[in-house]
């Protein structure tokens, strides 16, 4: 991949959106190289999301908190609308996601996200196995680890 290829929109897998989130909210598993990786490689570009990602970035964050941190993470969602209002979002049918013969083993998410992959983007996942079967079926996707590591 060339320095070519960054510029071009990228389509976010929901743990792409968790971590980065989680980053901010200093609850992130990823290595500190991995986090400022993460975080510059996003910086400037063109979000893309599909509304399941949303719904499940926000079910995976906000489940994981008590009582007093649920109310700490609202006040912190606010502060992220001018982020969350930057992203594209594009609609998939469910037509389209119930046609995908995977649709049993990789679920409405990931087949979702492989339907808008195009020559303009590619799918940015940490999902070894959602980015090896956008491979089988020619998709440009990578693992967020692969990027870094290829610098």
Not at 114 to 127: A, C, P, T, V, Y
Request: charged share 30%; with cysteine; aromatic share 12%.
């Amino acid at each position: 991949m060339t320095s070519k290829d960054y510029r071009r929109e990228v389509i976010v897998d929901t743990n792409i959106l968790v971590e980065f989130f989680k980053i901010f909210l200093n609850r992130s598993s990823l290595t500190k190289k991995l986090q400022i990786f993460l975080i510059e490689f996003l910086k400037n570009r063109k979000i893309i999301i599909i509304p399941q990602v949303i719904a499940e970035v926000y079910t995976l964050l906000f489940s994981k908190l008590t009582n007093k941190n649920k109310d700490l993470f609202k006040v912190w969602l606010i502060s992220q609308f001018s982020f969350l209002k930057n992203l594209e979002e594009i609609y998939i049918s469910l037509d389209k996601i119930l046609e995908d013969d995977k649709l049993k083993d990789f679920g409405f998410t990931d087949i979702g996200l492989m339907k808008i992959i195009n020559n303009r983007n590619f799918l940015l996942s940490q999902d070894y196995n959602l980015v090896s079967l956008c491979r089988y079926r020619k998709l440009e996707a990578h693992h967020l680890e692969e990027i870094l590591f290829s610098q």
